[in-house]
């Protein structure tokens, strides 16, 4: 029903992702699927729905390739030279001055990594210099400057004309890859109460259990509003930074949300390695690090209500303060 509701467009792109991580993944689902037509550095391509539809798969599979890295190099900006044509390139994201985090790095890649202050920067084989951010997870590679300082793209001046875009991009493609990863943990508690009994019948048959999930699910759809708004601004010609900024704060809070109530509503189970919660949740915590966590952008937002910035729009859109 909820699913009705959401772009017809968008839906169909999403649903023809969805199988293809059934079965393949890394650089077989990218091409399956189509998409490195789409994902060339600088094109500027003016409809993401394809790709944020693949990324929002890819998070409910908890697939593995570099197409978040890839995407947020798309946009219009000058192109730099220094940067193998041997070589794919994928953007890399800040955590501090001298840390940063490659989605889907392989021995095939080289990272750009936006760090404030300094600009572009280019780091050779960022898999073989860096470590899992979850030893559990290899999607996310951390890198160290202070060990591999790489080589400058882009000085700040330049890099500060094209960073906005950069990271909405970022942030609209995280927020995707999190309200994925929301649906295959409901989808999941789901299936759990409904074959799991207590007293002779199933758990999921009492009220207790059907409002939680319900409030999760309330939760999950709201951010699949405000994420929808955004991507149809961007479909309409508009990469709206401070909107995407909204909607991966609200990814964050909604991820960590329906974790916890999923968590309740299976119990003890969910904190096995057996049962996907406990993958799920270490997927949501990782990605809510990429560019900006929900508790860093929340307050950033409240920030700028503080000092009587005009956000009325934002504030009609959503409810984070």
């Not at 909405?168 to 309200?179: F, K, N, V």
């Not at 949300?257 to 309740?264: F, L, P």
């Amino acid at each position: 029903m909820l699913e009705t509701l959401r772009p017809h467009e968008y839906v169909a792109f999403r649903e023809a992702a969805l199988p293809i991580f059934g079965r393949l993944d890394d650089d077989a689902a990218v091409e399956a699927f189509g998409l490195d037509e789409l994902l060339v550095p600088h094109s500027g391509q003016d409809d993401p729905r394809p790709v944020l539809a693949f990324l929002e798969a890819q998070g409910y599979h908890g697939g593995r390739t570099d197409v978040l890295g890839r995407f947020a190099l798309t946009g219009p900006r000058p192109a730099w030279g220094g940067v193998s044509d041997e070589r794919r390139v994928v953007a890399g994201f800040s955590l501090s001055t001298t840390r940063f985090v490659v989605p889907g790095a392989t021995a095939r890649t080289d990272a750009v990594a936006d760090i404030p202050g300094t600009g572009l920067v280019l780091v050779t084989d960022p898999f073989g210099a860096g470590h899992p951010a979850d030893e559990a997870d290899d999607y996310l590679t951390i890198i160290d400057l202070t060990t591999n300082p790489g080589t400058v793209l882009a000085p700040e001046p330049l890099a500060s004309e094209f960073r906005a875009d950069l990271v909405a991009r970022a942030r609209l493609g995280a927020a995707a890859e999190i309200l994925g990863v929301c649906d295959r943990l409901l989808d999941d508690a789901v299936a759990y109460v409904q074959t799991r009994r207590q007293f002779g019948q199933s758990i999921g048959s009492y009220q207790a259990i059907q409002h939680i999930l319900a409030w999760a699910a309330a939760d999950r759809y709201q951010l699949a509003c405000l994420f929808d708004q955004a991507v149809q601004r961007a479909v309409d010609g508009e990469l709206d930074a401070a909107l995407a900024r909204a909607v991966k704060a609200m990814a964050g809070r909604v991820g960590h949300t329906v974790v916890q109530a999923v968590t309740q509503v299976t119990g003890a189970i969910s904190f096995t390695w057996e049962y996907s919660v406990n993958q799920l949740h270490r997927r949501v915590l990782t990605l809510d690090s990429v560019a900006g966590s929900s508790a860093d952008l929340v307050a950033a937002i409240g920030r700028e209500l503080r000092t009587g910035n005009d956000s009325t729009e934002l504030l009609e859109l959503m409810d984070l303060v």
